[in-house]
């Protein structure tokens, strides 16, 4: 106000009352102070507007100052032309209200040209800002679906990394829970032989932990010597590093423990490569074999041992025989081969059981192993059978050896519980090995017939084999039998003959009686009697298989044609009701399956066991005493009827007859034949027939080969009758 006063020439603007007027710095001063004023707050009032950057500040601070600036200066401008008289008064009024409205409309349209262009810069800019943000949102989407491709690529691979770290965390787990559970003891090292891994079965059998063997050198924990030298072997793992190939443990390897303990082992080590072949370790694999080892130095003892005796089998004993007669024949060496047979076995096993004839045979055994020298060998053939190669041995030593065995033998006794004291004695066949045998089984074959030689002798003896000993060459006649026999068997040309048993009284018996003889038809077509054939059958344990053929062949036929009668060649008529009596031999009744073998036949055939009689001789029956009883009341209980032979030829006849439940007593025939002449046959035929009469028995007299001897039992009351003088044996003829 003050400096309009001074600008306008009017006092009343610029002084106060009567007494002050503002000086016109002063009134400067106080323009630039309000100025200031409004400068030192530009976020208050009118300074927010003048100084914003918007188009409002911009427009304010461009129009302000003229608005301020111009109708001072106007107003001035109409003053002084009015003071100078140029116009009037109420010209003056009216040029200031012109060029007032001139300026505001200037001001107005400078204002609106200003907005207009800040307008059409911001429209510009819009449109830039438009065009910027679509050209931004354009590349935002496209940056946006590139993110999410590899978003989408980024979630593929790690689904996939995270499925492939699941295959291999199973995979792993699985190794892991495979190598904790196998059997086998598993150990990893590095490429340069240092433990990594050792799973459970490892632990154990090393006896180390994983903690403690971990990065420590195989060979300190697993140290592999040789089961036989017991000297080091290589470490595997390091034939593994120098070759690249799996190597396999060799036999015979054994583990020791961290304990010292020693185990039997076996199995095999193998590089672990990278993908390119590079070694960067080696797995082994062990298993504790020890009990397999045993086992199988058990079987392969079991299959060259006998059992019982301990003693070499008879199957090792012909192997070690081998080699015995190929030295003799190749780098003429001397030795010598022993069959020894114990003559008095059958009485303590049957007197005293199984049992004590098995420790019979172990004491035995024990005693040849004392008095043999410590290379020689000792087995046992069978039975009460035993054998003995004599290594680098020459005859006349071979005796003396022999002898002081037969002689230590001899002086043994046998005790069984301190109640039963037995003497023994030995039958001992003896023969050299030298270049002349051909080969073991003649070797064999000449020591078993000396051996029978000595026992037939009286036992207790030695027999020394020579090519023309007149005992051996009836012995190898047997042994030639024993082809022959075989042949026959195969060939079928075996034969059945009967013999007629008649009673001596017609009131004894109604029923046809018959024995079933056996004949063999040899190559020629001749017939050949037992007698010839049977003791080789009896020496070489055929017997039990003739038996076998008699009763199937037998059986066969009389169930084919058993529902008629059936003639021979002499018009003999047998019929359904007939008794047949079988012979069978000692070794048939010690054959524990052969009971079932004919009760199979007596159903197979549908044979009725009352139309058949077993009968055994009384030799076999006291040798086998226990056995026969029990084999006879077996049968006797399926039907079957048994028969005694030969009887009073055994010094104890009467004393065994009471424990054989028998149907029929045969007398043997060598008193029976000689009855008429011989007061002292008469006597035993006639004490024979009283005692089975006595004990329920019929008797029958073999060898009756006249009327007169069957008169003499006729009157001794003998109730059966067999015999030439009665009826020759003849073939059966079934039609």
């Known amino acids: 106000m003050g400096l309009l006063g001074y600008i306008y020439g009017n006092a009343l603007l610029f002084r106060f009352g009567s007494l002050t007027s503002i000086a016109v710095h002063t009134a400067v001063a106080f323009l630039l102070l309000a100025y200031g004023i409004l400068f030192a707050c530009p976020n208050r009032g009118l300074m927010v507007v003048v100084t914003s950057k918007n188009a409002g500040g911009i427009v304010a601070r461009f129009l302000l100052p003229p608005a301020i600036a111009f109708p001072p200066v106007i107003c001035w401008l109409v003053l002084s032309g009015y003071r100078m008289q140029i116009y009037t008064a109420e010209f003056g009024l009216c040029a200031l209200s012109v060029l007032n409205i001139i300026v505001f409309v200037m001001l107005i349209w400078w204002n609106a040209r200003s907005l207009n262009a800040i307008d059409r810069q911001r429209q510009r800019a819009q449109t830039a800002l438009k065009k910027a943000n679509e050209e931004l949102e354009q590349r935002v989407l496209s940056r946006t679906k590139e993110l999410l491709t590899t978003l989408g690529r980024l979630q593929e691979e790690i689904a996939e990394r995270q499925s492939i770290e699941q295959a291999l965390f199973q995979e792993k787990e699985l190794a892991l829970v495979t190598l904790q559970s196998i059997g086998d003891g598993v150990i990893t090292t590095d490429a340069t032989g240092l433990i990594k ?11 180390w932990s994983l903690a403690e063997a971990l990065n420590l050198p195989l060979t300190e924990v697993f140290r592999i010597i040789n089961e036989i030298s017991h ?3 290589e470490n595997p793992v390091e034939k593994v ?7 396999g443990l060799a036999n015979h390897k054994v583990l020791i423990t961290r304990n010292g303990t020693e185990l039997s082992i076996e199995d095999c080590a193998a590089p672990i490569r990278t993908r390119d072949g590079q070694i960067i370790g080696v797995i082994l694999v062990f298993r504790d074999v020890t009990q397999n080892r045993n086992l199988a130095r058990l079987l392969s003892w079991q299959a060259s041992h006998d059992a019982l005796t301990g003693l070499v089998n008879r199957r090792e004993f012909e192997n070690r025989l081998i080699q015995a007669v190929t030295s003799a024949q190749t780098a003429k060496e001397q030795h010598a081969l022993c069959c020894l047979d114990l003559d008095q076995f059958k009485i303590v ?80 066949g003896l023969v050299a090995i030298n270049a002349d045998i051909e080969n073991t089984n003649a070797a064999l074959s000449a020591a078993d017939a000396a051996c029978y030689v000595a026992k037939n002798q009286g036992s207790n003896r030695i027999h020394v084999y020579q090519a023309n000993d007149l005992e051996l060459v009836k012995q190898r006649g047997e042994m030639q039998w024993v082809g022959r026999i075989t042949q026959a068997l195969e060939d079928n040309r075996f034969c059945l003959y009967y013999q007629s048993i008649v009673p001596v009284s017609p009131t004894y018996s109604l029923k046809e009686h018959y024995e079933v003889l056996l004949r063999l038809i040899d190559e020629r077509g001749e017939v050949v009697s037992p007698m010839a054939f049977i003791p080789a059958a009896e020496r ?17 036929n009389l169930a084919r044609y058993g529902n008629s009668q059936w003639h021979d060649s002499q018009s003999v008529k047998h019929s359904r009701g007939s008794l047949y009596t079988i012979n069978l031999s000692g070794a048939s009744i010690n054959d524990d399956g052969f009971i079932d073998f004919v009760c199979e036949q007596f159903i197979l055939h549908k044979i009725p066991p009352t139309a058949i009689c077993f009968e055994i001789t009384e030799t076999v029956a006291i040798k086998n005493l226990g056995k026969a009883a029990g084999f006879i009341r077996s049968l006797k209980e399926f039907g079957c009827c048994f028969a005694l032979d030969d009887f009073g030829s055994g010094m104890s006849s009467f004393a065994y007859l009471k424990n054989l439940p028998v149907d029929y007593l045969k007398i043997d025939g060598s008193f029976v034949k000689h009855i008429v002449e011989e007061p002292v046959n008469l006597a035993m035929v006639d004490a024979i027939n009283k005692i089975g009469q006595v004990m329920g028995l019929q008797t029958i007299a073999e060898f009756v080969e006249n009327k007169a001897v069957l008169e003499v039992i006729q009157n001794l009351g003998v109730n059966y009758a067999q015999g030439y003088g009665i009826a020759r044996p003849r073939p059966f003829r079934f039609k």
């Open 241 to 247: 590093l120098h070759s690249g190939a799996i190597v």
């Open 349 to 428: 096993n049957d007197t005293c059981g199984h049992v004590a004839g098995d420790e019979l045979l172990c004491q035995v055994a024990s005693l040849f192993q004392n008095h043999v020298r410590s290379y020689d060998t000792v087995a046992r053939l069978g039975g009460d059978e035993f054998g003995i190669i004599l290594n680098d041995c020459s005859l006349e030593a071979a005796v003396l050896i022999t002898n002081q065995l037969r002689q230590a033998i001899q002086k043994f006794r046998f005790v069984w519980k301190q109640e039963k004291i037995f003497n023994l004695s030995i039958s001992i």
């Open 540 to 556: 070489y344990n055929l017997m039990q298989t003739i038996d076998r053929w008699v009763i199937h062949t037998f059986f066969a």
């Open 197 to 207: 891994y050792l799973n459970p079965v490892a632990e154990v059998l090393t006896g």
């Open 231 to 233: 000297q080091t072997v």
